[in-house]
């Protein structure tokens, strides 16, 4: 199967990787450091252990890559529209992009990616929830390589349920009130989660190891553009919208709306 990693930074590489080592044609798009150092020296990763893939292809020409079986989409929320644009040369019909994961890897270095705690799962499907063939090859392709990848039964209800705060009463009930507004929102859109669902995602969120964190939450200690309009700032305006409050989430969004562009230079703060 021939892949092409859209976003090849610490998820994407990861990924990438393991395809690779399972037998798939693989094609990193990056940028950057991280890029410079897969060309020269190749891709390490840090998981159970530590290997090395010598000859790992990067580029950040997707122009260059030809036609493509599958492009999973591990950029940030706000470059999205800009990477859609740059695969077009890359994909055809039969193409497949996908985009829901549940794991946390960093890059340790550039041309290095490590992988923290031990939650992995990759799910993907068609929007109509078919088995089709190429999802099917997709799943194939993710299984020899050890990834641990599912079809569900509905792709629509697939959501992240990371969160870095759960001990402390106070900041417990605000993760839970905010994945209430989340799910009232998507209901009252025609998604069908199931009244419980907040409450499912946090006693999933007991069940990962202590050290995991949102990307978002890495983002924003390391200074780094987010991607809230996308998240916290996209339930409020759709909430908006059809009249359901989110009191919460603009919370948050209005907390952090000073950090969305990433760390304030010296001549805007003060």
């Given amino acids: 199967m021939k892949i092409a990693i859209m976003g090849a930074g610490s998820i994407g590489s990861y990924y990438g990787a393991r395809l690779q080592?399972?037998?798939?044609?693989?094609?990193?798009?990056?940028?950057g450091d991280h890029l410079r150092a897969m060309q020269r020296h190749g891709l390490t990763v840090e998981d159970a252990g530590k290997w090395h893939l010598s000859d790992a292809k990067a580029t950040d020409d997707p122009s260059t890559i030809g036609p493509v079986d599958v492009v999973p989409?591990?950029?940030?929320?706000?470059?999205?529209?800009?990477?859609?644009?740059?695969?077009?040369?890359?994909?055809?019909?039969?193409?497949?992009?996908?985009?829901?994961d549940y794991i946390s890897v960093v890059v340790e270095q550039p041309g290095m990616v490590r992988k923290i705690g031990h939650l992995e799962r990759l799910a993907f499907g068609e929007y109509?929830?078919?088995?089709?063939?190429?999802?099917?090859?997709?799943?194939?392709?993710?299984?020899?390589?050890?990834?641990?990848?599912?079809?569900?039964?509905?792709?629509?209800?697939?959501?992240?349920?990371?969160?870095?705060?759960?001990?402390?009463?106070?900041?417990?009930?605000?993760?839970?009130?905010?994945?209430?507004?989340?799910?009232?929102?998507?209901?009252?859109?025609?998604?069908p989660l199931a009244p419980d669902f907040a409450e499912n995602c946090l006693?999933?969120?007991?069940?990962?190891?202590?050290?995991?964190q949102a990307s978002m939450a890495t983002d924003l200690s390391q200074g780094k553009p987010l991607e809230l309009p996308w998240l916290a700032g996209a339930v409020v305006e759709l909430g908006n919208e059809i009249g359901v409050p989110t009191p919460c989430c603009r919370a948050v969004r209005?907390?952090?709306?000073?950090?969305?562009?990433?760390?304030?230079?010296?001549?805007q703060v003060g």
């Fill in 21 to 31: 080592k399972g037998g798939s044609d693989v094609t990193f798009i990056a940028r």
């Fill in 73 to 100: 989409f591990c950029v940030k929320l706000r470059d999205t529209e800009t990477a859609a644009r740059a695969i077009k040369p890359i994909v055809e019909p039969r193409s497949s992009r996908c985009s829901a």
């Fill in 254 to 267: 209005d907390i952090l709306a000073l950090y969305v562009d990433g760390r304030r230079s010296k001549a």
């Fill in 203 to 212: 006693a999933a969120m007991d069940q990962l190891a202590p050290e995991m």
């Fill in 128 to 191: 109509d929830n078919s088995r089709s063939p190429r999802v099917e090859a997709f799943l194939s392709a993710c299984k020899a390589a050890g990834i641990n990848a599912e079809i569900p039964s509905d792709i629509m209800l697939e959501r992240s349920t990371i969160g870095p705060i759960r001990s402390h009463s106070l900041t417990r009930q605000f993760g839970l009130d905010l994945m209430k507004e989340v799910v009232a929102v998507g209901r009252a859109r025609g998604i």
